[in-house]
């Protein structure tokens, strides 16, 4: 993997996984130096929900899979945290350094990490668990994104970021948020 940046498309990656191909071939089309550069790429794909891991179980040795099993998602139980486990949408990383304020304050704005239709990571806002924001990401002069303005409720933080659940947002807001995923966004791992 060179310089530890890997990109690789994740829907014909899945396609050849499930079409079957071994992991030499896999290596060679992907340019994935090592099987634990390998083993990083299948993490990431049971992460998003992509694959999942009973479709790749044969290809790792005995402790890998262990390790992934955490990634599998079972059945929640009681009291169990969904965090661990792999989200319906998963959120894209973003180009550069873009910032999100909330609504009806003049204070500083936070770094959005990563973003879905349903929801976002935020670096440095004040928070906690069910806690809701009204958020706002400003106009962006580049390709003419809008003022995109939505409700989401805290669903998990710690010290440094806080995971938000978008639970209310117009449909011109949403048309806005997709435009804005579809310019300032990446697929890939």
């Known amino acids: 993997m060179a310089a530890g940046f890997l990109r690789i498309c994740v829907e014909a990656f899945s ?36 694959i999942d891991l009973n479709q790749i179980r044969y290809r790792l040795p005995e ?7 955490r990634y599998d998602p079972p059945a929640l139980g009681k009291g169990e ?32 990490l990563d973003v879905s239709e349903a929801g976002l990571l935020i670096a440095g806002i004040k928070t906690w668990e069910g806690d809701v924001k009204e958020l706002t990401i400003p106009a962006i002069n580049f390709d003419d994104v809008q003022p995109i303005s939505f409700s989401a409720e805290c669903r998990w933080l710690n010290t440094l970021r806080a995971g938000f659940r978008i639970i209310r947002i117009t449909p011109g807001n949403l048309a806005e948020l997709k435009k804005f995923m579809h310019v300032f966004t990446f697929e890939g791992l």
Do not use: H
């Open 81 to 112: 945290s969904s965090r661990k486990y792999v989200r319906q949408r998963p959120r894209k990383k973003l180009f550069g350094k873009i910032e999100i304020y909330e609504a009806g304050t003049c204070g500083e704005g936070y770094q959005i």
């Open 15 to 50: 396609q050849d996984v499930q079409s079957g191909m071994v992991d030499r071939q896999l290596m060679n089309k992907y340019g994935i130096d090592s099987a634990g550069d390998l083993y990083r790429v299948f993490k990431r794909l049971i992460m998003m929900g992509v």
């Open 63 to 69: 402790g890998w899979r262990a390790k992934l099993k």
